[in-house]
């Protein structure tokens, strides 16, 4: 009866975790996202770990999170991994377990054959390579591309002099760092079989996104691990607000202003309407959608 009476009372009241265990359960649960998870979730994940998370506010998790990663950081040097906080592909903080210590052009490391390291490596160039084509923004718009009208319109109120001149709500042109399937079935190294069981693997990994027109681009995984060799062997655009690479959201036409979407939306609301760089109106930049 005591034994009873003494698991009914634990099961009565909440255990209060250490910050050491938080953290352990935080990284499985990076691990079980396939090592990719974005911060906000780590911190809905954090709040429900917590007894009183329902007390907590969202940008309190979220830097609780930040510190946390910070210390495991610490534990996992030795091990030669890393949790990468950065920006993916929409531009949401998102943290990433990598390995720091492979210093190969591509680090996807181990299962995958020469071969099959080979073909990664050009259909980094062709994904980084479609971004120098700029096309007629027509048709259906991205999430990217909404997101970006929407900070514009924002901007709106108290910028007479956006306000004169944006009427269209929208930018002329964009440019989209994705490749097609026809285009990466392409390449000599891999047969057909092999490329279409790569691709697929590549986009569970994380390192590769599918769109829904069957477009290919670099996806979490792929940003954080090369975020070096992007900058070193390709001219990609990075973010004036956050110093990251930066594919999908708006660049300038003069290719040294970029901006995430989220990045975009801070800048135009508290920095200015025109590129730091040139002093073009924003209105004039492209999207990378």
């Not at 009476?5 to 255990?15: D, I, Q």
């Not at 490391?109 to 994904?127: D, G, H, M």
């Not at 399937?181 to 057909?192: I, K, T, V």
């Amino acid at each position: 009866m005591e034994v009873d009476a003494g698991r009914e009372e634990s099961e009565g009241r909440s255990v209060q975790l250490s910050d050491e265990d938080k953290g352990k359960f935080l990284l499985q649960y990076v691990l079980s996202r396939r090592g990719v998870c974005s911060e906000r979730a780590l911190a809905k994940a954090l709040k429900a770990l917590e007894c009183d998370g329902e007390q907590l506010e969202d940008g309190e998790a979220e830097a609780q999170v930040v510190e946390m990663v910070g210390r495991l950081n610490v534990r996992l040097s030795a091990l030669d991994y890393k949790l990468v906080r950065q920006r993916d592909q929409l531009g949401a903080w998102t943290y990433a377990y990598v390995d720091v210590l492979p210093s190969e052009d591509t680090k996807l490391a181990t299962p995958l054959t020469i071969e099959e390291l080979k073909y990664v490596q050009w259909c980094v160039r062709e994904i980084v390579e479609a971004g120098q084509e700029v096309v007629e923004a027509q048709g259906t718009k991205s999430v990217v591309e909404r997101s970006v009208d929407e900070a514009l319109a924002q901007s709106r109120s108290g910028q007479d002099g956006l306000n004169a001149e944006y009427d269209s709500k929208s930018l002329r042109f964009r440019v989209s760092y994705t490749a097609g399937a026809r285009q990466l079935f392409q390449s000599d190294a891999l047969g057909p079989l092999e490329t279409e069981r790569l691709l697929t693997r590549l986009c569970q990994l994380r390192w590769l996104y599918r769109t829904s027109e069957g477009q290919f681009g670099l996806a979490t995984r792929a940003l954080a691990e090369l975020q070096e060799y992007l900058r070193t062997q390709y001219t990609v655009p990075i973010c004036t607000v956050c110093d990251e690479v930066a594919l999908r959201g708006v660049k300038c036409q003069c290719s040294e202003g970029a901006w995430h979407a989220p990045c975009f939306q801070h800048y135009v609301a508290h920095v200015s309407t025109a590129c730091a760089s040139c002093e073009r109106p924003v209105l004039e930049a492209i999207y990378m959608a």
